[in-house]
């Protein structure tokens, strides 16, 4: 069974720094074709996606918000963290990690997804 | 970078009608690379549609995914009341490769 689950804090101070953790089982992020990847939903809104890494650890970030995201995993350890400077009022939403995979032209979605842990940001 | 749109924001219909989403992209995008998710309040999306038309796993056959180049539909062929949801499309775009989502459509009990 393929499980991921986010953690981290539930209350930031604006212009801290957020430090998301995604820990999953099931799976291996070493394997051909596999990522992780972040998505974010403010309260009543749509689903914005953040940052990825792939098997190989590529990574790519959303161009928005490239300058204030990093991503890295411990393949060790199961674990893909995200951190997001500068933290605004504004990121306030549900963070999700998801696995997804791929192959050369295709592309099979983000076909597990965590169960999202909810972040105010907040003075 | 790749805009996608969804119509109509919201789809108020009667469980058993049948409820046609549609994606449009400002760009040609490949449909191996589109997928649909649903999501119910207080949950996480679920992948329904990859590959613009291949069905996830445990996904019911009431629900189809079609399209090519800038336009893609998922249908609802008969509604049911678990149905009633946010439903979204999403690009993965290979080069450089990143993630887009739609703003989703809401189908909603009429």
């Known amino acids: 069974q393929i499980t991921l689950k986010e953690s981290g804090p539930t209350l930031v101070k604006p212009t801290q720094t957020l430090t998301l953790t995604c820990t999953f089982s099931g799976f291996s992020l070493s394997t051909s074709g596999v990522g992780v990847g972040w998505i974010r939903q403010p309260p009543g809104k749509a689903l914005e996606w953040l940052a990825l890494?792939?098997?190989?650890?590529?990574?790519r970030y959303s161009p928005s918000l490239k300058s204030r995201l990093t991503i890295t995993k411990d393949t060790s350890k199961n674990q893909v963290v995200l951190t997001m400077t500068n933290m605004d009022p504004v990121d306030t939403a549900t963070y999700y990690c998801a696995r997804f995979s791929t192959s050369t032209y295709y592309y099979y979605g983000m076909d597990v997804w965590g169960q999202g842990t909810t972040v105010t940001v907040s003075s | 970078e790749i805009v996608l749109t969804q119509s109509p924001g919201t789809l108020s219909l009667s469980p058993g009608e049948r409820a046609t989403l549609s994606c449009r992209a400002s760009?040609?995008?490949?449909?191996?690379?589109l997928a649909w998710y649903q999501q119910k309040p207080g949950q996480a999306p679920r992948l329904l549609i990859y590959?613009?038309?291949s069905r996830a796993t445990g996904i019911p056959d009431r629900f189809s995914g079609s399209g090519s180049g800038t336009d893609f539909t998922l249908t609802i062929s008969r509604l049911e009341p678990e149905d009633f949801a946010v439903y979204y499309c999403?690009?993965?775009?290979?080069?450089?490769?990143?993630?887009?989502f739609g703003p989703g459509t809401k189908v909603d009990i009429k």
């Open positions: 760009q040609s995008v490949s449909s191996s690379y």
């Open positions: 590959g613009a038309s």
């Open positions: 890494i792939y098997w190989n650890d590529d990574k």
């Open positions: 999403q690009q993965y775009g290979s080069s450089p490769p990143i993630f887009t």
